[in-house]
């Protein structure tokens, strides 16, 4: 009997002088479906069984992809499947907030082996740089005590910290951090690590950690609605993350809200900083995270009053997130605590109608991403992992060039 299990990939292409995206192609099937035989991979990728298979040897040979123990389908020749090798690559995830400051290591299929963090001193980037450099430096080493190769499968720096970038601010506004955006950070870090480095706004990495390990994971079409410091939105469309022409896609917590004759950005109204301002907390309070989702499991009344009128808002989000983008799913994710994201979700239901209604779904309209204050490094790392190996129109060009 055959195997008939769907298979997501992209398409590859047979014409000549296009193995760049080819190999991102099988990669990427083999990332999403995870062991799959060369017959699987040529019938989901619509490459020829010959180019798949010098595909899979070059891959080998860079030690990216390796065979698995031969698996009998019925009455034929056994298959033998290949999968990633997740020593295959590392990448480096950094997220730079008001507070602190996150690193993790993750290996090519995007499991996290490092992780530390540490407090931001107040004074911005003069004094910030060097405490993110001292911490890069320690998440290398103690990966290379763990993998010995990993500095040479080493693909790059990804940064994420919270947008918009290029704005003209205030110079005091809290909700941008103005001083770093305007400080040399990636030429900073590229200096001080020899790696390339790539940004991006945190609700972009949060959406490409869904995308590389969460809810979004083989999902064409997805916005991840970012509820941190502030809100933003992650689009994935098309099976790729979506930037803008200046990296401020998504935005959203920037959308003005009018009630009463004024008008209010909505992450003045919705985000954790308007929960911290409603509780008296101080953000930098190292133990905020843990008594939030307390409070929010408890079903504290301060916490409730809050969740009542962030849901207003939020609801009328993801009204208009589905409206401009017809995802197939809107995913709430984000640094909140896991606890505070279920009441939220509860709360933003029924949602509103929308163009989203259909009898054909087949994923919920609405559903819950991480609710992990790492999920922002995670994603960050994901990048310089997505920018060697996922499939996109340039790599085809490369060939051309």
């Known amino acids: 009997m055959n195997d008939v299990r769907p298979i997501r990939a992209k398409s590859g292409t047979n014409h000549e002088g296009t193995s760049a995206h080819n190999r991102r192609v099988m ?66 995830g950094l997220q730079i907030d008001r507070h602190v400051t996150r690193a993790v290591a993750v290996d090519l299929i995007g499991s996290v082996l490092v992780r530390a963090e540490a407090g931001l ?12 450099l001292d911490l890069v430096a320690d998440v290398r080493s103690k990966l290379a005590g763990i993998v010995q190769q990993s500095e040479k499968r080493m693909v790059g720096l990804g940064v994420a910290m919270p947008g918009p970038f290029g704005v003209a601010g205030s110079g005091d506004d809290p909700w941008m951090m103005e001083a770093w955006q305007k400080f040399p950070l990636l030429e900073r870090l590229a200096a001080g690590t020899g790696l390339d480095v790539g940004l991006q706004n945190d609700a972009a990495a949060a959406a490409t950690a869904e995308r590389m390990v969460g809810a979004a994971h083989g999902v064409d079409h997805a916005v991840c609605l970012f509820v941190g410091y502030g809100i933003g939105a992650g689009l994935i469309l098309n099976g790729e993350l979506y930037r803008g022409s200046n990296g401020n896609a998504g935005e959203i917590g920037m959308a003005l809200l009018f009630a009463d004759g004024k008008s209010t950005p909505l992450e003045h109204r919705a985000s954790l900083a308007s929960l911290y301002q409603h509780l008296s907390a101080d953000p930098a309070d190292p133990h905020l995270h843990a008594r939030i989702n307390d409070l929010a499991s408890r079903g504290d009344p301060n916490i409730k009053t809050w969740i009542e009128a962030a849901a207003v808002d939020l609801r009328w989000s993801i009204h208009l997130i589905e409206t401009v983008f017809d995802p197939q799913t809107v995913i709430l994710c984000g640094s909140a605590p896991e606890a505070l994201v279920k009441r939220l979700i509860a709360a933003i239901g029924p949602l509103l109608p929308s163009i989203a209604e259909r009898p054909s779904r087949m994923l919920p309209r609405l559903q819950p991403g991480m609710a992990d204050p790492w999920s922002v490094a995670i994603g960050a790392a994901a990048g310089p992992i997505g920018r060697a190996f996922d499939p996109r129109f340039a790599a085809i060009l490369k060939d051309f060039l």
């Open 27 to 92: 990669i990427d099937a083999l990332r999403i479906n995870g062991e799959l035989s060369r017959a699987d991979l040529a019938r989901a990728t619509w490459l020829t069984k010959q180019t798949v298979s010098n595909i899979i040897e070059e891959l080998e040979r860079d030690g990216l992809v390796r065979s698995q123990e031969p698996v009998r389908k019925g009455r034929g020749q056994p298959s033998t499947p290949y999968g990633l090798v997740p020593e295959g690559a590392f990448a480096i």
């Open 121 to 132: 001193p107040p004074g911005g980037p003069s004094t910030g740089a060097k405490v993110i």
